[in-house]
């Protein structure tokens, strides 16, 4: 029996990318514009784009989705 591991760059394993998950629920109206340019390989650069007062509940949104 082969043993495969599947892990993005981090090592984590989602069923929904993170980054994508917390930039659609914490920023929509954002997410709908980055997100294409994101996948059509033109956004080159990727900065803060959610507020850094937000990060509790993005922290608790995200164990949420681990668990």
């Known amino acids: 029996m082969k043993r495969i591991v599947f892990c993005d760059f981090d090592g984590t394993i989602t069923v ?3 980054f994508v998950a917390v930039l659609k629920k914490f920023a929509p109206e954002l997410s709908a514009q980055l997100l ?9 650069q990727q900065r803060s784009y959610i507020p850094w007062n937000d990060f509790l509940e993005i922290r608790d949104y995200l164990a949420q989705s681990w668990s």
Do not use: D, S, V
């Open 36 to 44: 294409p340019e994101m996948y059509a390989k033109r956004l080159t």
């Open 16 to 18: 929904e990318e993170t």
